[in-house]
């Protein structure tokens, strides 16, 4: 009999070790798909905190770059993926304006995919051709007025944040420019550079080499406050280029697709927060010119429906579309 009752009592033991097991997260590799090409800014942070996530998860994050159509294409094959936790997007800002600029989408990211967290956050940063006239914004603002749409401004693609940036300049100083938009910002910054245009907006850290080798001129930076890598340049707000306060970027995340375990999600936020208060991943975020930025899945879902109302009615006043 007590054989009986100590084999029954393994037994039962075992059943209540089964579902602890089951539900143990992550069983496997976590797949960490990257909205964009290999090896630039969005990857190379992507890369920074995947590795970082790997060791507090205890399983390989892989990372797989599915680029093309603003992130569309990325974000569809996540929002269709198993909903377990070990499929997540690495999303841009781009998911928030898509959302607004294209007519057709084959997935929603409000309904489709669940934010995960906020990861890190780079400004823009305003430059013009070193040739051209302005060396401030009030230079700027002057040269855009005294030439009524008779200047172009170059972005990676219309709807681009790029482009939205420029706009919304623009805009606030009443002012005309001719928009041109390329496949990427990396074709419109050369341009810029080589005087094909006269202006440009890109991430800092992108702009940053064209512009300590002089063959851009920075003229003010889209964060609220000036960027430590370019310290002498001001805030467009501070240069009077937007209103007061004016803070936007190319703020990066992660999502999980829609119905993911509530427990898998606060288990890869946690990962995410682990990652973002390293010393090291923040120095190399720095030289990325990247802004940790962190909060929880709820914080991140709250600021998500705040970006998709701002670029909803942003890429409605300045007419973009895209198919």
Known sequence: MMLRRNALALGAAGLLAAPARAQAFPQRPVRLV??????????????ILAERMARDLGQPVVVENRGGANGNIAGEAVAKSEADGHTLLYN????????ALYRRLPYDVLRDLAPVALTAASPLALVVNPAMLPRDAAGFIAWIKANPGKLSYSSGGIGNISHLVSFLVLRHIGGEAVHVPYRGTAAALMDTAAGNVQFTSDTVVT???????GRVRAIAVSSAERTPLLPEVPSMSEAGLTPPGFDLGAWQGIMAPAQTPPAAIARLNQAVAAALTDAEVRAKLAAQGAKPTGGSAADYARYLQSEVTLWTRVVAESGATAE
């Open 92 to 99: 841009t800002s781009s998911i928030a304006i898509s959302r």
């Open 34 to 47: 990257v909205a964009f090409p290999p090896g630039g800014p969005t990857d190379v942070v992507a890369r």
């Open 207 to 213: 702009a940053l080499p064209v512009i300590q080798d």
